[in-house]
């Protein structure tokens, strides 16, 4: 599942995570992206993940997120997107799925 989500990201040119002026909230208003109230933040695998109040990412970024080392993907309950943060900070790549609904 991870390699096939790694396929269909696309690419935020000119957002790097490890600079000064970084605003998390800003890159989704940016993109368009309204997250609910709770998102999720995938750690590895999508085997280890935390669910945490959207507010409190912004705020305690910098303490979730550790340059060189993390590459995290935060999405909601909506499934409806991916944003992942890369290790490096210099990539940060959305990911826009479209909800799975089932034929009639």
């Known amino acids: 599942m ?4 790694n396929m269909i990201e696309n690419t935020v040119l000119d957002i790097n995570a ?8 800003a890159v989704f208003a ?3 992206i309204v997250p609910k109230e ?6 590895y695998r999508f085997d280890k993940i935390d ?3 959207f507010n409190d990412v912004v705020h305690y970024f910098n303490y979730i997120w550790y340059p060189d080392s993390d ?3 935060l ?3 909506s499934f409806s997107w ?17 909800k799975y609904e089932p034929r009639s």
Do not use: A, P, R
């Open 51 to 53: 669910k945490m109040q």
């Open 82 to 98: 991916i944003v992942s943060i890369d290790h490096d900070g210099s990539v940060m790549s959305v990911c826009f799925l479209k």
């Open 75 to 77: 999405f909601d309950d």
């Open 71 to 73: 590459e995290i993907d």
């Open 30 to 32: 940016n993109l368009g």
């Open 38 to 43: 709770n998102v999720y933040i995938n750690w």
């Open 18 to 25: 490890k600079s000064e002026n970084f605003c998390l909230t």
């Open 2 to 5: 991870v390699k096939q989500l």
